[in-house]
């Protein structure tokens, strides 16, 4: 559907785009690389699509080792972002929408910190989602971790 409607205004294909951290990748290089492909996207005239999850860390099932597994996926649209980052930077902020309920909320997309450096991926810090909050059980450490998007890269 999203091919469809972007070529009344000529804007290119509409792709998908994993955004794991490879071995021979930085944790800073991914947040780099992140931001220029939604940023492209946004100036295309395309919000990205984004998939977040979210992941609790507990015991694997027939295990006694504990690992960051998914509880539940979720999609919101990313409708702004800072037009620069500097070299430095460990996360950026970000304007996006919900389907749920179709607000406009803001949140922080940033490097993985101590308690989640396991992660290969950015962690999507949006205090006000609720994205399987209700899947957790008590205690359990959780974060959304930002995985894949789709837009104009």
């Given at each position: 559907m999203a091919n469809e409607m972007r070529?009344?205004?000529?804007?290119?294909?509409?792709?998908?785009?994993?955004?794991f951290r490879?071995?021979?990748?930085?944790?800073?290089?991914l947040l780099q690389l992140t931001h220029r492909s939604l940023a492209k996207s946004l100036n295309k005239g395309f919000p990205p699509i984004i998939s977040i999850r979210r992941m609790a860390y507990r015991r694997i099932a027939n295990s006694q080792i504990k690992g960051w597994l998914s509880?539940?996926?979720?999609?919101?649209?990313?409708?702004?972002?800072?037009?620069?980052?500097?070299a430095n930077a460990t996360s950026f902020e970000v304007t996006y929408h919900d389907p749920w309920g179709g607000k406009a909320l803001k949140g922080t997309i940033q490097i993985a910190d101590?308690?989640?450096?396991?992660?290969?991926?950015?962690?999507?810090?949006?205090?006000?989602?609720?994205?399987?909050?209700?899947?957790?059980?008590?205690g359990e450490p959780t974060v959304l971790s930002f995985s894949s998007a789709l837009?104009?890269?």
């Open positions: 070529t009344s205004g000529w804007m290119g294909t509409v792709k998908f785009k994993t955004l490879t071995n021979h990748q930085s944790s800073p290089d509880v539940k996926r979720h999609y919101v649209v990313l409708t702004g972002l800072p037009e620069k980052l500097s101590a308690k989640t450096h396991s992660l290969a991926t950015l962690i999507a810090n949006f205090p006000d989602s609720k994205i399987g909050r209700n899947l957790i059980k008590g837009g104009l890269f």
